[in-house]
């Protein structure tokens, strides 16, 4: 790209094109793994509105952690800082080597496994592993973890024994890629299912990796070959062969992208009607703001109701204004004398209160001073709606900043029923 021509897009990598280093473009769009159907009967778009894309409503991928972490392995894997194999007891030296290096991983991140058993178990020729290396900066590649598992070829599924990451890897994505290969090969080699016998601590990682507690396999099936101990549960992964578990976003990506067709054929999700003009001084007309009469014959179709445009509409007349106010400020005066809204009565002053990140965290304050002030404005709450949305809004910011649980929280609700009694 010329340095003057900045304009240009810029090439966003897909699936297959992940470059080998560098941080997720903010842009990065995946492709999805299948082709998606398109809505077939999309909502029309009417005239003066445009459509908006299903790429465009899903925002780009970047955003999700899941993305970042899948971008990142995949880019160490292209790059060749990290190596996933399948290795087995072949006598072959470099799989002895490799086996050996997992094995002294197991024993370290296993204590309580009788080093004896596991050295059997990942030199045994039925038993296979999935091994993960790391390239040093000599170049050479070192066991970092690995999953030592036995395929029951006839009974269609495996039986992880041993699976751990050194500990100076682990949560970073590595655990999850390596159960991705394992599930990948156990495909591969025509099983269905994945057992394991997870030691109490691990069983929240084999629930993320998509393991349950329910055993699905018919027991005749696993029966004599797994041994179900005390201290540990035994726990299934059922495996789709119509999965890659190595691709997981992609597919995610798509399933995204055919819920967004369906959603077209109905709601408005896809309709962008344009704004209003912010600098438009005098009054809109409801009639005039683009959708909204269609949103609302779209309502009234699904409640079976007329309702007139005009019942949205804030009064018109000084007279009922007047007496939307006067209403307001009575409930209001009301509110501000409870007993429960003492932390309420002002904005928050971090300094004095030490909630020094309040304002980083809290992107909309609001308080009953800044109310009493927009009523007192007189054009701001044209409808009673508007004034009950601040006063909610100032409760939810109270229970997002000090949590469900805290004594101001417990003032705000009581403040809550307070008011919406009034309201
Ligand atoms: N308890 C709760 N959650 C755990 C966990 C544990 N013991 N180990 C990992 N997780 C979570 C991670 O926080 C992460 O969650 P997230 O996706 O919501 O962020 C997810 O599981 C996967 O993490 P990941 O980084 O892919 O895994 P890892 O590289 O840390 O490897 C183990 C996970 C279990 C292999 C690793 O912790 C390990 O070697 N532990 C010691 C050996 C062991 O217990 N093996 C299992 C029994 S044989």
Redesign the pocket.
Known sequence: MSQDNKEEPKEVPVNGNVPLTGEIPLDFRLTPCCEVPKAKRPRPVPEGAWEMSTEGILGPDSQHAYVQRWYSMVQQEKSGAVKFQVVRNDSKRESLILLLGLKNVFVR??PNMPKPYVTRLVFDRKHESTILTKCTSSGEYVVM?GCCYRPFIEERFAEIA????SDS????????RLMSYTKERTKELGLTHILTC??N??V??FK?QGFSKTITLEKERWQGYIKDYDGVTLMECVLNPKVDYLNIPSMLKAQKMCLIEKLKEISNIHIVYPGLDPEARKRIRLEDIPGLKEGLEQSERSLGKTIPLESLAAPRDPASLQALHKELQHILTQVKQHQSAWPFLEPVDPEQTGALDYYDVIKNPIDLRTIQERLDRGDYYVTKEIFAADLKRMIENCEAYNGEKHFITELAHNLERFFNQKL
């Open positions: 991140q296993l973890g041993f699976l751990a990451i890897e682990q949560v970073r994505g590595y655990g999850t997870a030691d601590n691990a929240p990682y993320k």
